[in-house]
Each structure stands twice: as C-alpha cells, then as structure tokens.
C-alpha cells in the first residue's frame, strides 16, 4: 500500500540557518511526488514537484527537495530560514488513479 | 482571477441543519476534489470528480453528496450537520493525463457546527 510519512509534526529553526523537513514514501509504483505549503488560515500552494525527471527539484521561495529512490525519501530543504516560511509542509505522493496520498503535516516554526 | 474558489469562505451554523458549500475552477481542468481538513490539520480526501463523473468516493457517511454539474464545478452539500464536521474543507482541481498531475486548492471554508 501507498503510505507517506513525514518524520517531524515540528521542526524549529532560527532566521538564516537551514531547513530540513523529512519524508519517507512507500509505493509499488513510480511516484510523482510534490511539496505542498500552507500558511495560517490560507489553501495549500504547491512549492516544487518530482515526476521522474531530474531528482534535485528546485521550487519557490528557494526551497529545494532531491528524489532518493535507494531511500525511499524526498526531503525539502532551505539554506536560509525566513520568518515568513513559518508554515504548515505537506509531502504528497501520487502513484496513479486519480488519488493522491497526504503526508501529516509538518509544522515549521522560524524564531527571530 | 482565482483560480479555484470556494464559497463560502466561513460557515457557522447549528447542529442538524443543512448546508452547502460550493467550488468553482476556471484551471480548464478535468478533475476536481473535495478534502476535509482536522484541527490537527490532517488532510483526508472525501471525494473526486472527473469529467463529472464519481471516481474517489472514500469512507464518509451519506449525509455528505457531492454534486458536480459539469466539469468547472463541484459542490458539497451536508445534511443533518453534526458537531464532528467541523472542519476546513477544501476544494482541489487538477488536470489527468499530465505528468505532475498536480492539484490547485481553493482557499478553504471553515464550517463550525455548534
């Protein structure tokens, strides 16, 4: 079965240094993977995606996540926290059919 | 232009009643989507329509119908509203047959049911 996990429900970091959130997949198929924010009382917006082309995945707002399929694994990063990345993260997995498989959330808080 | 919309955006009403809550996406896109969304923030997919025909309909109790009367629009109508839907609900629409497949939300509609 499908399954998507994030690792952290919270990852803290301060202004200017790096952004980790984690994310394991597991699926019998090649998936198409994509990075979802949410700010407070906003829709989801997507912030990069993977569809079997090349597995370093640059989106918006410069995050970045790399495809590992020996991993299992599609981790966004940032090299520099801004107070206004403090948002909910989503790791979504779709492997076909119309369904899309959701990730927990990952809540980042940016302290000053 | 807003992509996907979603009206209304709030929604307070009381416990028994009926109500509805409509989306409408000017994307071009085949497929449309309706998610719940827990105050833990957890995502889970209630329904999906494509061509506006029913293909995702996962555990939800009858008193929830989607109706989507063509391919730009999918609503949500819920009788009997109980205090467990409180939510956010949100509207998706994406596009089959393309590689990313991804999906565009709404901005949400928060129902509380008191």
């Known amino acids: 079965a499908q399954s998507v996990t994030q690792l952290d429900s919270h990852v803290s970091v301060s202004e200017g240094t790096p952004v980790l959130l984690r994310c394991n997949y597991s699926?019998?198929?090649?998936?198409?993977l994509f990075w979802y924010v949410q700010h407070p009382n906003k829709g989801l917006q997507l912030l990069l995606k993977?569809?079997?082309?090349?597995?370093l995945v640059k989106g918006i707002n410069g995050f970045e996540a790399e495809f590992k399929k020996s991993e299992t694994s599609f981790h966004l990063t940032k090299p520099s926290a801004h107070m206004s990345d403090a948002a909910e993260y989503f790791c979504?997995?779709?492997?076909?059919?119309?369904?899309?498989?959701f990730g927990a959330g990952t809540r980042l808080f940016v302290k000053a | 232009d807003t992509a996907v919309s979603q009206t209304p955006k709030y929604l307070v009403t009381q416990m028994g009643n009926d109500k509805s809550i409509k989306c409408e996406q000017n994307?071009?896109?085949?497929?449309m989507y309706w998610y719940k969304q827990d105050s833990k923030k957890f995502l889970k997919i209630m329904f999906s329509?494509?061509?506006?025909?029913?293909?995702i309909n996962e555990t939800v109790p009858n008193r929830f119908s989607p109706k989507s009367p063509d391919k730009a629009h999918l609503n949500l109508h819920i009788n009997s509203l109980e205090l467990g839907d409180s939510a956010v609900y949100f509207c998706?629409?994406?596009?089959?047959?393309?590689?990313?497949?991804?999906?565009?939300f709404g901005p949400g509609t928060r129902l509380t049911v008191t």
């Open positions: 998706a629409s994406s596009q089959s047959g393309s590689l990313s497949y991804e999906q565009y």
């Open positions: 699926s019998s198929y090649s998936p198409s």
């Open positions: 979504v997995c779709y492997t076909g059919g119309f369904k899309t498989i």
């Open positions: 329509y494509n061509n506006k025909e029913l293909i």
């Open positions: 994307l071009g896109h085949d497929t």
């Open positions: 993977y569809t079997s082309a090349a597995t």
